[in-house]
């Protein structure tokens, strides 16, 4: 609860300023009122009016309305907010800063068309344009300093299988978390036989890329233009980022790069690479890159088809079991040594999060690929499909023919089939719990002053009132 609400506060601040509504210059006096001060910052009227603003917004847009006045529940999630901010400084809690100037500079952009000029959107906030980045520039550095604080304090938290057992028989048993309807089934992928042929392909162009770009071509528009991946719409340029937080192929190309220089063609798990080395910030790199996949003929596609539903005729005619067939022929080296049964061990290596105790192979409608989803909800157990295309967790075509295993209806959570559910939410209640704690004991150890005409609010925690 105190979680989600620091949670919802930093994303209304996210987006303070950018197109939102403020009072007129007769009110610039109420608008500089000093509504408290938590530790060395102050919380602004013209700050609360804004946060109130943006929350009635999210609710509007989320559906619901909450009781509780915007700006009373505005001035506890600046409170918390500052107070963050403030003990982050304090604990030398590091963050990633330089990322914000961008972000500033996108949202002003923003502001400025909305307004019809700088000229207007300075008159609007009676301050040059100037003060408006710095105000911004501030807010998204408080906001990102209290992220941080408060996942240094999460992040601590752990639960045991007791603590898990414990929460589970403090449930009510008719307020159990309703688990929905899941899915357990088994794959054979293959990816074309041409993809060497494919692969040339698009060396052979990323080259060509290259070229251009040596010869005077902006790389951020080939970029923009080209690039399959989600950094193409910032002209391929990727957050600041740890040599580890790359791929190896990638990294080991990128870290030979100065600035300015563009790598070879460099192949990973996704695709095919151009790089730039746009700077080095002690071990943070920032780099542009032009991302390009294997593309496939209609013909090269329907031929891996071709071949999966020959494998397909056997098995149902029975010369041949799925389990054999997905052994000597699927290209999928998680479930191939398994019969075919697909988990979630791809998803779980794919973010280094692999625990063994994390794997699951029963998937709810929302956590399946839409292709497969799409097949599976006409299937009865037993049945095996035929071929259709898809798409690897990396964005690598494949065909792919699945078998349905068995359907679990929904029902309420159980310790034993829904364990690993249970011990998210009762972790969650935990974070809550301690986050809670430690906030308390933070607040009673701060400096906080509210004004006198804004305590007579609604506060979900009455330790604000010291």
Do not use: C
């Not at 009122?33 to 109130?52: C, D, K, P, R, T």
């Not at 590091?94 to 909305?114: G, H, L, R, S």
């Not at 792919?400 to 690993?420: Q, R, T």
């Amino acid at each position: 609860m105190l979680k989600r609400t620091a949670l919802s506060a930093f994303a209304a601040l996210a987006l303070l300023g950018a197109g939102t509504q403020r009072a007129e210059a007769q009110q610039k006096f109420i608008a500089d009122q000093v509504v408290a001060v938590v530790g060395n910052s102050a919380i602004l009227y013209s700050e609360l009016e804004e946060v109130g603003r943006q929350l009635v917004e999210q609710r509007r847009q989320q559906g619901y309305t909450s009781d509780r006045d915007p700006k009373n529940e505005a001035l506890e999630q600046l409170l918390l907010q500052k107070l963050l901010y403030n003990q982050a400084l304090i604990d030398s809690v590091q963050i990633q800063t330089d990322d914000i100037a961008q972000t500033v500079e996108e949202n002003v952009q923003q502001m400025i068309k909305n307004r019809g000029g700088v000229t207007a959107l300075e008159a609007f906030y009676h301050k040059p344009v100037f003060d408006i980045k710095e105000d911004l520039k501030r807010r998204y550095e408080e906001m990102r300093y209290a992220q941080g604080m408060q996942n240094e304090v999460e992040s601590k938290v752990t639960i045991t299988p007791g603590e898990v057992e414990r929460y589970y028989r403090s449930i009510d048993k008719d307020s159990l978390p309703l688990v929905p309807e899941q899915y357990v089934y088994a794959q054979i992928t293959k990816f074309p036989s041409s993809t060497q042929e494919a692969k040339q392909r698009v060396r052979e162009r990323l080259l060509g890329m290259r070229e251009r770009i040596l010869n005077g071509a902006r790389f951020d528009m080939l970029a923009r233009m080209y690039s399959v991946d989600g950094s193409a719409i910032r002209g391929g340029e990727m957050d600041p980022t740890p040599k580890e937080g790359f791929v190896k192929p990638f990294a080991d190309a990128m870290v030979k790069l100065k600035p300015g220089q563009i790598s070879e063609v460099v192949e990973t798990e996704y695709g095919f690479h151009l790089i730039e080395m746009i700077k080095k910030d002690g071990n943070l790199y920032t780099v542009r890159h032009i991302l390009l996949r294997p593309v496939f003929t209609d013909e090269e596609l329907n031929e891996t088809d071709r071949v999966l539903d020959s494998l397909v005729t056997l098995i149902r005619k029975g010369d041949l079991t799925f389990e054999q067939a997905a052994l000597e022929n699927s290209d999928d080296k998680y479930s191939k040594l398994n019969g075919g049964l697909v988990s979630n061990h791809d998803m779980l290596e794919m973010y280094n999060a692999y625990d063994a105790k994390l794997t699951s192979t029963r998937f709810m409608k929302d956590e399946l690929p839409v292709s497969d989803y799409n097949v599976l909800k006409d299937m009865k157990p037993g049945d095996v499909s035929d071929a259709f295309q898809a798409q690897d967790m990396r964005g690598n075509v494949q065909s792919k023919v699945i078998k349905l295993l068995k359907i679990i209806p929904a029902h309420p959570a159980g310790l034993k089939e829904d364990y690993l559910r249970l011990e998210s939410l009762a972790l969650e209640k935990k974070k809550d719990t301690e986050f809670h704690k430690w906030l308390n004991q933070k607040i009673e150890g701060m400096y906080i002053r509210i004004e006198p005409e804004f305590r007579n609010g609604e506060f979900e925690n009455k330790a604000w009132l010291k």
